[in-house]
């Protein structure tokens, strides 16, 4: 399976954080790095925000759209 960034190959890459380790796929061109959890939360990326789909009211900033 090529890279979804670049097209380039990608190699197998053992992660290790401090709970544990895990497998992912690393692109050799570009060096972008996913597993399962990062495709999960790339295809669950919310909206940005817009006129239809306005920022919250932030009361400490004053900023965003009023509550309705």
Same mark, same amino acid.
């Given at each position: 399976m090529p890279c979804q960034r670049c097209n380039g190959l990608l190699v +197998? +890459?053992?992660l290790v954080d401090g709970i544990g380790a895990t497998t992912a796929s690393r692109c050799l061109m570009c060096g972008d790095i996913f597993d +399962?959890?990062?495709l999960q939360h790339r295809a669950h990326r919310p909206e940005p925000y817009s006129e239809a789909n306005p920022k919250p009211f932030d009361p400490t900033s004053g900023t965003g759209a009023p509550l309705a």
């Amino acid at each position: 399976m090529p890279c979804q960034r670049c097209n380039g190959l990608l190699v +197998a +890459a053992d992660l290790v954080d401090g709970i544990g380790a895990t497998t992912a796929s690393r692109c050799l061109m570009c060096g972008d790095i996913f597993d +399962a959890v990062i495709l999960q939360h790339r295809a669950h990326r919310p909206e940005p925000y817009s006129e239809a789909n306005p920022k919250p009211f932030d009361p400490t900033s004053g900023t965003g759209a009023p509550l309705a």
